[in-house]
Structures are given as structure tokens and as C-alpha cells.
């Protein structure tokens, strides 16, 4: 009888701020791609000091290595999603090492708990930023993963909203209106893109 293997660990490191050098670790499963470094760097170099005091919202969240680094560079309170229960106690642990005291912890559907975290970032009065990175390994019922997440991002209202960001496959033309949101630039990195949506300007 085979022995079930254990989930392999690998680590990330918080690479500025009041964390920095910290380990978030990332279980090695299907579902969780830790965001290249490159990539994480452009993204906060886009961001840079915008971040300081606004909420950051990591959508499917895996080990929250993006949350966490926005934390470490002054974001005022995180909130994490997942729904796979190897990743989350990962996120868990990443969490209480890290930054629990301005950390929120939402383990289920990211699609069902994203009102839930929706309304409690519009009850705090500052602005929010949102990152999606969805599963690109699709699962079951999960072909219309990218359908779904534009649905949700057609909810965000300007006035919660600083920008949304969303890494996705490359060869998915996203559109350039979503809502209320206009495309603001596009920035391809292999087999990832990341594109980002501001309030639309009246």
C-alpha cells in the first residue's frame, strides 16, 4: 500500500519593507503559483507609496504571498481568500508569522466569500486595492473561471476602489472597460500578464 506523499514546501521571501526577508512558504499543488519575482516587483513598482494605509484584497490568495508584501510595504489592513484547504493552512501559517494583527482570513469559494470582504473594505472609508490572480489550471466547473472574475469585478464601485489588478494568461484579450473600470496599462510577462483597472473618470 502506498504511503500518500507529503506536499512538498517551497518559500518566497517578503523582498521590501517592515517585513522584509520574512519567508511566506507556498505549498507546491496544482493550484497555487507563486507569482514570479519579476512580476511581484513590477507590481509594486506600479503601486510604490499609493499603497500606504489602503486596504489590499488578495481574491484567490493561495499562500498569500501578495497580500503579505503589500503589508510589509505600508498597506493598512489585508484581506485573503482561498478555498483549498492545503494552500489556506499555509495562508494560516504565513499570516500568524508575518502579520496577523492587520490580516483578514477567509477560507471558502473566493466567487462566494468575495461580498462578504466586499462590504466590510466599503464600511472602512479607504480606498481598496484588488488582485485577482485566478487558478490557471482550471478544475472542475472552473472552465468560466475568467467570466466569473470579470462578473465580480463588474461589482466594484469606484468610490471603494483604488485600482484592480488582474495576472491572467497572456493569450486572454481582457476587455477594456469592466464596469465602472477603465483599462489603465497591460504589462506582459511570458505566459502571465498583468493588467490593471482604474475608476473610469466621468
Do not use: W
Not at 493550484?31 to 516587483?41: C, D, N, P, Q, V
Not at 472542475?140 to 471603494?160: F, N, Q, R, S
Amino acid at each position: 500500500m502506498k504511503h500518500k506523499e507529503k506536499i512538498k514546501i517551497f518559500t518566497t521571501t517578503i523582498t521590501a519593507g517592515e517585513y522584509k526577508g520574512k519567508k511566506v512558504e507556498i505549498p507546491d499543488i496544482f493550484t497555487t503559483r507563486s507569482s514570479k519575482g519579476i512580476l511581484k516587483e513590477s507590481l509594486f513598482n506600479t503601486l510604490q507609496f499609493d499603497i500606504i494605509d489602503k486596504n489590499f484584497v488578495e481574491v484567490f490568495s493561495g499562500s498569500g504571498s501578495i497580500g503579505l508584501e503589500a503589508l510589509s510595504r505600508g498597506a493598512g489592513q489585508a484581506y485573503f481568500m482561498e478555498y483549498n484547504k492545503t494552500a489556506f493552512y499555509c495562508l494560516e501559517k504565513n499570516v500568524k508569522n508575518i502579520a496577523p494583527s492587520k490580516s483578514h482570513l477567509f477560507y471558502g469559494d473566493s466567487f462566494e466569500k468575495f461580498e462578504t470582504v466586499y462590504s466590510m473594505v466599503k464600511k472602512s472609508k479607504e480606498k481598496t486595492y484588488f488582485y485577482f490572480d485566478p487558478p490557471f489550471a482550471t478544475r472542475d466547473g472552473m472552465d468560466d473561471v475568467y467570466d466569473k472574475t470579470i462578473a465580480l469585478i463588474e461589482t466594484i464601485a469606484p468610490e471603494v476602489c483604488e485600482m484592480v489588478i488582474v495576472e491572467h494568461m497572456s493569450n486572454l484579450d481582457m476587455p477594456k472597460h469592466i464596469g465602472k473600470l477603465t483599462l489603465k496599462k497591460r504589462k506582459k510577462f511570458g505566459r502571465s500578464t498583468m493588467t490593471y483597472y482604474i475608476p473610469t473618470e466621468e
